[in-house]
């Protein structure tokens, strides 16, 4: 097994797949759809309906530029407030018409920008949180690449979340915390294996529910490998969720977030 | 034509004025605990000029508020119940001397974590009340954070009552890693369960409300009220400034700016703080219809 950092050197790889190869190749006749219906189309986050195996999906995904030019339109992957407000939107659309919904993951965090804040990060993700405890329809979650900060957990917060053998996931960036912890970021090494960033760690204490394997040769060079195991997963996975009452549905969701937590009861 | 012309002038030993003492001072040798010093005008003030809402009595600006000090000024006398008084957190990451680190907050802020929760009245309405203090490591969520704060939650929701959260955070704990952050998701779904029962939550943004909290349970009052010139925002903004290579504009991030786009319902003082929330509580106390 690869250690932390060399992990999160494939999960930041340019030339990993970004979310709407995952798309293209899981699924058929996607149909993007645009913009929050309040200020923007936010490039960061991309969605719309898709068919897997014949039943209609939302699809949500965090998308990184395949070119440098097109990282600049999407902002390497960080959403704004917008990107946030356009996948809730398409959340409760998917919920009215009893679509499940899968979203995929790539971010390092949502964007920090003047526009950002005075636009209301916070409040879009936070929204993302309070709403998607309440959406009467399967969510899966899928951390393809990395995962980073609330700007992550904001479209994660769904009844499971799955994650590619090299994918992340994390608090913050790890150069972010050694910076902050140690106001140094050229230990984001050290700090990637204190973090326990990987699909192996993120298992164990139940953060994620399975790793999605890649290819030995390198997941840009066997890309079905992992679709084709993805899409038999999703397949799978929501004829379950599909049998739950929608009550219990939501009940074990609410679970699956309220267990998190180590602390003790202690003494007065 | 001379045009730089070299001037002769007569010196004179000129009797010193007595020098007036600095009003700002950097670094003032004054004996401990008598004196502090206020971070918005930058003066100093005599610990026994500031009333119990600990603002400073030169410019008006608000000192940081204690959990205690704030339960003092908000709840009616004697009617504070503490939930979860012993939780204590474990160390979910292994970050390395993690319980040395708490140690250390307790003692700085004689508290066991970032947040102290529990039942009250205010002016006579009962509440769930949970006060996040920015003394216990800059008041940041980790799993007893987030644990007392759903637990407060969970109580108001089966309990029927409205919850009044004080909010003063930096964000996520990161010495608890990933669990710290699932701390957003967990507060939040319990809030949506609280609104789903029709009760009422007010957030009361508190200087700092920043990171991880921000983009959780704060942003999500019925009603939003903060405290004047609180710092509330979601990135940092080293971070900001950092990505954008620009300085950022005065007042960036402040109440005034979220009450100008629209995040803040109100900003209100200290010293009207318990009126108002009184007022508000009132309303929805479903008592008093039309007469």
Redesign the interface.
Known sequence: MSNASEVLAKARKVTRPTSLDFIEEIFDDFIELHGDRYFADDKAVVGGIASLNGMAVTVIGVQKGRSLEENVSRRFGSPNPDGYRKALRLMKQAEKFGRPVVTLINTSGAYPGIGAEERGQGEAIARCLFETAGIKTPIISIFVGEGGSGGALALAAGDRVWMLENGMYAVLSPEGFASILWRNPSRSAEAADLMKITAHDLIKNGVIEKIIPEAPEGIENNFKFTTDIIRDSLIKEFKLLFAISKEDLLEQRYERFRKFGEFDEGTC | MRLFKKKNYIMLDRPKKEEPIPEEIENPSIPDGMWVKCDHCKKLIYKEEMNEFKVCPKCGGNFRMSAWERIAVICDEGSFMEY?????????????EYDKIIEKAREKSGL?EGVISGRCKINGHDAVVSVMDSNFMMGSMG??V??KI?RSIEHATSMKLPIVIFTASGG?R?????????????T??????H??AGLLYITVMTDPT???V???????GDIIIAEPKAT?????QR??EG??NEK??EG??KAEFQLE???VDKIVTRNEMKEVLGTLLGFHSGKGGLQ
Do not use: C, N, R, W
């Open positions: 979860d008084k012993g939780m204590v957190s474990k160390d979910p990451m292994g970050y390395p066991k799993s007893v987030g644990e759903t996520a990161m010495q608890e890693g990933i669990i710290s952050l699932m701390q957003m998701a967990k939040s779904a319990a809030l949506k369960k609104s789903e920043t990171g991880g921000s983009a959780s349970f704060a942003s999500l509330i925002g979601f990135a940092g971070v900001i990505t954008i950022l504009p960036f991030q786009h629209g995040f």
